[in-house]
């Protein structure tokens, strides 16, 4: 079945640790995204990609990094810098042609200890 | 200019009820506006959606409203079953240009009470 993996489901961080959000599809769609969920704040873009090795930054892009090196992967690097990182995750992806509207995976929620 | 106002925050309904949720944006560069919904612990899925070159769609008992010269939208779930407790998010992009971002509100927990 096609669809977006993300993983993992939930992750603990410690205070002042990097962690990587995985987002795997395999839709061959061309653009995907990252959004925060927070309870009453709707979802909130952080970082998204057209196309390999090319991002743009959302609304929110602070504290957070991506890459794109394959076509299938857009992982998600919450850094120290992100103070108050604890929040659901969704990775979603488009294809553009013909456009349906976004595929969501089913989120990782982080949370720091 | 980017925002997309949702109300309200929540809604309880009875079983059998008309649901209503409405949205309201800034933006006229918007041209698409999907309505998702959620579970608790998955992702949104896509529900229906509208351009605006249409005032009305229906899909089964979901129809969403819209008026282009009010920059306002709305979801009406009819016979609302206890099945379709879960949260709602109205949203809006320029489709094709701007990465095709969406613009999301701020969400609505519908409860269909039995």
């Known amino acids: 079945d096609g669809g977006i993996t993300q993983s993992p489901k939930y992750l603990f961080r410690k205070e002042g640790q990097n962690v990587t959000l995985s987002c795997e599809q395999n839709l061959n769609h061309d653009a995907m995204y990252w959004y925060r969920q927070d309870p009453g704040q709707g979802l909130r873009l952080i970082y998204y990609?057209?196309?390999?090795?090319?991002?743009q930054k959302g609304d929110i892009a602070e504290g957070y990094s991506v890459s794109r090196e394959k076509k299938e992967s857009f992982p998600l690097t919450v850094t120290s810098a992100q103070k108050n990182p604890t929040a659901f995750y969704l990775c979603?992806?488009?294809?553009?042609?013909?456009?349906?509207?976004?595929?969501f995976g089913s989120g990782t929620r982080l949370t720091v200890v | 200019q980017q925002q997309v106002k949702q109300s309200p925050q929540s809604l309880i309904v009875q079983k059998g009820g008309i649901s209503i949720i409405n949205c309201a944006y800034e933006?006229?560069?918007?041209?698409?506006f999907p309505w998702y919904q959620q579970f608790p612990g998955k992702g949104p899925a896509l529900l229906i959606a509208i351009r605006p070159d249409v005032s009305e769609k229906k899909e089964g008992r979901f129809t969403i409203s819209f008026n282009k010269s009010a920059k306002q939208f709305s979801l009406h779930i009819m016979d609302s079953q206890p099945g379709d407790s879960a949260t709602y998010f109205c949203a809006a992009s320029m489709d094709r240009t701007s990465g095709s971002r969406l613009t999301f509100g701020e969400g609505t927990q519908l409860t269909v009470n039995p």
């Open positions: 990609s057209q196309i390999v090795n090319d991002f």
């Open positions: 933006n006229t560069a918007f041209d698409y």
């Open positions: 979603a992806s488009i294809a553009r042609v013909p456009y349906y509207g976004y595929t």
